[in-house]
């Protein structure tokens, strides 16, 4: 049975971090004290907003009886329901929308097309639809003029003073993402929080076109309504998911579990294993042009499921809409950790400073009161990051910032990590890449994918043969970097593909200890934290994608060939006495699916062809020197 609590909390978590869902209780549970008073305040009612073709959108409104003056709106849009359904209130009005409930805004959820109660057919992150003859089209739908025709209804049914604004996390950040592209000349204000932009290069089913096998295995067949009798986690996970799916073997035998035949994301990620059409037309980021509201884009930066997308859609929008006035936040949070206010850190990292509290009281609200309220002043600081390490709030205009220099830090055959190249002229580590014994994630076994991988100890993979570990001496100086990381190795391997996973290290001191507030609210007492290695930022890359995502090739074996690709931002300063490490291995599992080593894609490959070991060499010599380009603010 505790295994069984453990699968269903994991995948609520997976499925709606801070959604109406999220924060469900039984649907015939009576309303408490804190409900009572919310209904003294505010009414709910239920309606079918009818959309452009005839589909109706099931939509709850709540509304406050004080009508003295006109309301805005603030509007979420999900595919993940909108429970309670019937008289009960949401939660969020209670939690992270309370200062919304103070101010009386108008809060509305709505089921996306084809999801829960809503009519229509459901389509997995739904591309713009390019056929468009304006806004007022009646025959090519899509997230965009649901949503227009939404706000529409809104504007002529509700007390609201005309300015509507919405927001969304995760698959909801998406959904936010697709509002704005509505145009609506209503819609004032949009935040995406930790928002699905492209699901084959950094968001969710794929990191740099890898597999994620855990997590999407865990996912996709519930969200898609496959198979939930028995319940496909349930059916792999005995003892902890790196026994088991190493059990399991490869993603055939998770297919066989799942038995589906239809046209869905599952079985479209096993028929399009390159980054073609498909995934290419899904990419949110490439929808960001001309777009009219503002946008404060919201990110984690130990955000284990989209981290890569609140980067790289904020970097789009700058680009693509110069003219939208354009807000980024990041903070050091897990996936939605900035909805609650007593966020303090996680795992055995402790940020103190409140920074949730922070953000929602000093960022999120002063952008929606300024631009829906009409009230307030305009956001000063465009860019607000939190640096993990020296754990402090900066703010700046624009992101990457402006003082931010690329500095490469090469690696050396004695093991260490300096910013001159190395002069050797014939110099490698090499290790033997197993995918019968692949690194695991994370130390302990564990019956889900963690949030806290994203910053565990480090220490149990260094320990390991087939992970090689460069460091530095222990700095003198406060080392702050701020921006993406781009890594060049230079990798000879003996057969025709392979995985390179290349982590950022931050090395304690040793004797370093918490203070016992610290220790306290992590409730970590007598984890050693002396010399504790916590990953600032880690990213796999499969090998075939070297020259592009939509063009695989096979690797000439033994021959030196360089392997480039950017991990993605980080915002974190290395103290004094802290030293910098880098590690390089060949899998990360079962987060990602093995590689077999060869050139076949890991969706039709069979449990034999992991038999393969492999020899991996990455070069330290002169011509050939692999280095990190650390983003070093000086």
């Known amino acids: 049975m505790k295994q069984i609590a453990y699968f269903i909390l994991t995948f609520l978590f997976l499925q709606a971090v801070y959604t109406p869902l999220y924060a469900q209780r039984r649907p015939d549970a009576k309303p408490d004290s804190i409900e009572l008073k919310l209904r003294e305040a505010y009414t709910k009612r239920e309606v079918m907003i009818p959309m452009r073709d005839g589909v109706k959108l099931?939509?709850?409104?709540?509304?406050?009886?004080?009508?003295?003056?006109?309301?805005?709106?603030?509007?979420?849009?999900?595919?993940?329901?909108?429970?309670?359904?019937?008289?009960?209130?949401?939660?969020?009005?209670?939690?992270?929308?309370?200062?919304?409930?103070?101010?009386?805004?108008?809060?509305?959820?709505?089921?996306?097309?084809?999801?829960?109660?809503?009519?229509?057919?459901?389509?997995?992150?739904?591309?713009?639809?390019?056929?468009?003859?304006?806004?007022?089209?009646?025959?090519?739908?899509?997230?965009?003029?649901?949503?227009?025709?939404?706000i529409e209804w809104l504007l002529k049914n509700t007390h609201n003073n005309g300015n509507v604004g919405t927001w969304g996390i995760s698959y909801d950040g998406f959904q936010a993402t697709m509002t704005a592209s509505s145009n609506h000349p209503a819609l004032k204000a949009v935040s995406p929080q930790a928002p699905v932009t492209d699901w084959f290069r950094g968001d969710d089913r794929h990191h740099n076109g890898a597999f994620t096998f855990l997590q999407t295995t865990n996912f996709l067949p519930g969200l898609e309504g496959r198979n939930i009798e028995k319940g496909v986690m349930r059916q792999i996970v005995k003892n902890d998911v790196y026994t088991d799916f190493l059990a399991l073997g490869t993603f055939k035998n998770a297919d066989d579990l799942v038995r589906d035949t239809t046209e869905t994301m599952w079985n479209s990620i096993k028929n399009h294993p390159n980054f073609d059409d498909f995934w290419k037309e899904r990419d949110a980021r490439t929808t960001c042009y001309n777009l009219k509201p503002a946008i404060l884009v919201v990110g984690g930066l130990y955000d284990s499921e989209d981290c890569y997308g609140a980067w790289g859609l904020y970097q789009a929008i700058k680009k693509q809409s110069p003219e939208t006035e354009l807000y980024l936040a990041f903070g050091p949070w897990w996936h939605g950790a900035w909805t609650r206010r007593d966020f303090q850190g996680f795992g055995n990292v402790y940020f103190g400073n409140n920074s949730s509290a922070y953000y929602m009281d000093n960022i999120?609200?002063?952008?929606?009161?300024?631009?829906?309220?009409?009230?307030?002043?305009?956001?000063?600081?465009?860019?607000?990051?939190?640096?993990?390490?020296?754990?402090?709030?900066?703010?700046?205009?624009?992101?990457?910032?402006?003082?931010?220099?690329?500095t490469p830090y090469y690696i050396h055959a004695d093991g260490s990590v300096s910013c001159e190249a190395p002069t050797a002229k014939d110099s490698y580590t090499e290790y033997v890449s197993d995918m019968e014994h692949p690194v695991p994630y994370t130390a302990n076994p564990t019956l889900y994918r963690t949030k806290e991988f994203m910053l565990d100890d480090q220490r149990f993979a260094t320990s390991r043969p087939d992970v090689i570990t460069f460091v530095t001496e222990?700095?003198?100086?406060?080392?702050?970097?701020?921006?993406?990381?781009?890594?060049?190795?230079?990798?000879?391997?003996?057969?025709?593909?392979?995985?390179?996973?290349?982590?950022?290290?931050?090395?304690?001191?040793?004797?370093?200890?918490?203070?016992?507030?610290?220790?306290?609210?992590?409730?970590?007492?007598?984890?050693?934290?002396?010399?504790?290695?916590?990953?600032?930022?880690?990213?796999?890359?499969?090998?075939?994608?070297?020259?592009?995502?939509?063009?695989?090739?096979?690797?000439?074996?033994?021959?030196?060939?360089?392997?480039?690709?950017?991990?993605?931002?980080?915002?974190?300063?290395?103290?004094?006495?802290?030293?910098?490490?880098?590690?390089?291995?060949?899998?990360?599992?079962?987060?990602?699916?093995?590689?077999?080593?060869?050139?076949?894609?890991?969706?039709?490959?069979?449990?034999?062809?992991?038999?393969?070991?492999?020899?991996?060499?990455?070069?330290?010599?002169?011509?050939?020197?692999?280095?990190?380009?650390?983003?070093?603010?000086?």
């Open 58 to 150: 099931y939509t709850a409104i709540y509304e406050p009886k004080n009508n003295d003056k006109k309301h805005p709106i603030l509007m979420n849009r999900s595919p993940y329901s909108c429970s309670p359904y019937g008289e009960r209130f949401t939660r969020a009005l209670r939690t992270s929308l309370d200062t919304y409930v103070k101010k009386n805004y108008i809060i509305v959820y709505q089921d996306i097309r084809g999801r829960y109660k809503s009519e229509g057919d459901f389509v997995q992150i739904r591309p713009l639809n390019k056929n468009k003859k304006g806004p007022k089209d009646k025959k090519n739908i899509d997230e965009a003029t649901d949503t227009y025709d939404t």
């Open 364 to 406: 999120q609200y002063p952008f929606f009161r300024y631009y829906l309220e009409n009230e307030g002043e305009k956001p000063e600081n465009h860019v607000s990051i939190f640096y993990s390490g020296k754990n402090d709030w900066e703010f700046y205009d624009e992101w990457p910032r402006k003082d931010m220099k690329p």
């Open 474 to 634: 222990p700095l003198a100086d406060t080392l702050t970097l701020a921006g993406p990381i781009e890594v060049e190795l230079m990798a000879g391997i003996s057969s025709t593909d392979a995985d390179f996973m290349v982590k950022v290290i931050d090395v304690y001191p040793e004797n370093f200890r918490y203070p016992r507030e610290a220790t306290e609210y992590l409730k970590n007492f007598g984890y050693p934290m002396s010399g504790y290695q916590q990953m600032v930022r880690g990213e796999l890359f499969r090998g075939r994608f070297r020259t592009g995502f939509d063009n695989p090739q096979p690797f000439v074996p033994n021959e030196i060939t360089p392997v480039n690709y950017t991990l993605y931002d980080v915002a974190h300063s290395f103290l004094p006495g802290h030293r910098l490490m880098i590690q390089i291995q060949s899998s990360w599992f079962p987060i990602i699916d093995r590689n077999p080593q060869k050139f076949i894609d890991t969706y039709h490959c069979t449990v034999e062809d992991f038999e393969m070991k492999q020899n991996i060499k990455i070069y330290h010599q002169e011509g050939a020197a692999t280095r990190l380009l650390l983003p070093v603010v000086k």
